[in-house]
């Protein structure tokens, strides 16, 4: 089996999926910005062959490169980033190459928040109110009608990026005057809790790993209000996320893919669908799914990719939890990090950088905890984030 992964070096950890794909057999290619010797040496010893393409958004000179490696080592497999950045551009090269997985076709419906609003509501899962905006006298009619505060973001985009909290009229025409020339969607603003229902699917749709994640709040305040920000891994996920989550694999007929589904919980204990993501969850999630229960998910994809058996245990027995502190609060805690790191150093599995790229949402610094009691863990993480009062 020839698998080509694109920008297999970003994010760091994803160089884990190209080792558990090349030591169980499979031929692993790379495309991506860097020269050879620049790859960590896990990639360069379990790499066939790597192409360099100093534009990655060039579609004609990665069409080149793939080209390449096709005439030389012929048709491949998969191709495969696992990035959502990524999403649209892997799905249209499977098309132009005949590889199998998510075709150009099929994309659109997973990329867009609009598409994506009308499977929920086929299912009958709420939304918020909103559409896609087509001009400014429709968005201030659409945002009367739903009422202010209105979040306004790409319809097709990543992350929290030109995504705004609008608090009234005026602050609408402002946005209009310098926004780019993106389709918008328009919505009600939407303030409760985020959680996720996770998972990897095998080549027949089949559910073999479920994860569920709280976080502490959403990106676009992590980014705007430049917070610190946590989120953790539950043992239990609650019967009403999993059904809907599940719903929603079948809804979109997802197979050998991870996903990542976001909703709402309302201050009624309902949920509200958010988004779904046709990848892993960004940033260190992968190694929160294996530091929960004690597993290799990189491995449990290599085997559905194979269409091997996968004995990947779900039990659960850690909750795991992300930090991701910002450098300007570092100096502001109340107890210094490497003393609260030293207290706590048989539950820290993760202290690194965050590549300046995710800083924003992820932090500059992040920590990993994991303790089977999940009062014990957010409480310890309460206090290594706490910062002294600024009165």
């Not at 379990?46 to 012929?74: F, I, P, Q």
């Not at 867009?112 to 899962?125: D, G, P, Y």
């Not at 995504?163 to 919505?187: G, M, R, V, W």
């Not at 820290?348 to 009691?373: K, Y």
Request: include cysteine.
């Amino acid at each position: 089996m020839n698998y080509l992964f694109f920008s297999p070096h970003f994010p760091q950890n994803f160089q884990y999926f190209v080792n558990a794909l090349a030591t169980r057999g499979i031929k692993v290619f790379g495309i991506g910005p860097v020269e050879r010797w620049e790859l960590s040496p896990l990639l360069q010893r379990h790499l066939t062959d790597y192409v360099k393409v100093g534009d990655l958004e060039n579609y004609d000179h990665v069409y080149r490169a793939v080209a390449y490696l096709s005439s030389v080592y012929g048709k491949f497999d998969r191709f495969e980033s696992h990035n959502e950045h990524w999403l649209e551009q892997d799905a249209r090269f499977r098309t132009d190459f005949n590889i199998p997985g998510l075709k150009q076709d099929e994309a659109q419906t997973i990329k867009r928040k609009s598409k994506m609003k009308a499977v929920f509501r086929k299912l009958q899962i709420p939304v918020a109110d909103g559409a896609v905006i087509t001009s400014l006298e429709h968005a201030k009619t659409l945002a009367s009608s739903i009422g202010y505060p209105v979040l306004v973001k790409p319809d097709k985009g990543v992350g929290a990026t030109y995504t705004y909290k609008l608090d009234s009229e005026k602050a609408l025409i402002d946005f209009y005057a310098t926004k780019p020339s993106l389709e918008f969607i328009l919505e009600a603003y939407i303030d409760a809790p985020i959680e996720t229902f996770d998972g990897l699917v095998d080549q027949h749709g089949k559910i073999i790993f479920t994860n569920s994640f709280v976080y502490n709040c959403g990106v676009m305040d992590l980014v705007n209000k430049g917070l610190d920000m946590y989120y953790y891994t539950r043992r239990i996920i609650p019967k009403d996320l999993e059904k809907t989550g599940k719903a929603l694999v079948k809804a979109f007929d997802l197979k050998e893919r991870f996903f990542h589904f976001e909703f709402f919980r309302q201050s009624d204990g309902t949920l509200m669908a958010l988004e779904i993501n046709v990848r892993p969850p960004g940033g260190l999630s992968m190694d929160m799914f294996n530091y929960a229960n004690d597993e290799d998910l990189y491995g449990a994809y290599a085997d559905v990719v194979m269409g091997n058996p996968t004995s990947i245990r779900n039990t659960r027995p850690y909750h795991v939890i992300y930090i991701g502190l910002k450098h300007q609060h570092l100096s502001q805690l109340v107890t210094p990090l490497e003393e609260s790191l030293a207290k706590l150093k048989d539950q820290v599995m993760v202290d690194s950088p965050v590549p300046d790229i995710f800083s924003a949402a992820m932090g500059n610094r992040a920590i990993i905890m994991r303790h089977p009691d999940e009062a014990w863990l957010l409480k310890a993480t309460e206090q290594l984030m706490a910062l002294k009062s600024s009165t």
